[in-house]
């Protein structure tokens, strides 16, 4: 079971999930999560040698997420990159904490229960990612789950939130488009406080302003009356560069309010 858990790292997310940004996503975290899983098992059975075996493989995983994100925070306008990997890195610090919490606290146990505590914690990251409001859109997007038209092409599989605009232009094409719509305007409601639905929407408007229409018109009459509101036109009526250039902003200024710059990014 650990080597096929362990084998499975190399599995392809290609036509299954495009919310990766520079070699690290989120199934790094749901594998870790289940390793760190069996991790404790092994120890519970006292077969050494392979509890050996997951740990190094957490470990690994916790230097190349790190390192990964050392080399985005210290490069030149690469904040929405920055934004990115500190929300996939926050995520996947969550799920190696899932993993433990099947464990049971035993002498042999408890050591690495405190080891990792500290070790992949992704300090800095994670407070990026509450500081610049990405933790509102860490949420499990129920509001687009019953579209069905979503799941058919890897084309329209969802990027990571909030940076929708391109997404909405190529789900505007869609024979299907107002249920995508209908389901983003519904979904602002349902999910308070994120921006990528607003984003997407906008990206649907500015592809094609007459395609747009129609596809409002086939929604809900719910939904026409919520996309008609002077809050909602107001959100999707913000640029896209304005928006990333203010996302950019709260990136380095969370960098240089926690990280001190690129100072100690190494010891995060």
Known sequence: MLHLAL?????????????????VSGHNGEHWSAIAGGLGRLLELGDTAAAEEAQAAIEVEIDREQAVFNEVAAERDAELDLLRLSMTLAHNRGDLTQGMGF????????????????????????????????SSEGHRHYPLRPIKTLRRSPATLLPLCPFLDEWGGIVAQLEESHEVLAALVMGTEKVRGQQGYYRAIAGM????????????????????????????RKLIAVPQVSFESMMRKRARTALELFGGGLRGLKQQ
């Open 7 to 23: 084998a499975a790292r190399g599995w392809t997310e290609d036509g299954i999930s495009v919310r990766s940004v520079r070699g």
């Open 103 to 134: 464990w049971k606290k035993t002498a042999l146990t408890a050591p690495l229960m405190e080891h990792f505590a500290t070790r992949g914690r992704f300090a800095l990251a994670v407070r990026i990612y509450q500081h610049t409001g990405l």
């Open 205 to 232: 408007a500015n592809a094609s302003s007459g395609a747009f229409e129609r596809a409002a018109s086939r929604m809900p009459n719910g939904a026409q009356r919520l996309l008609r509101s002077p809050e909602m």
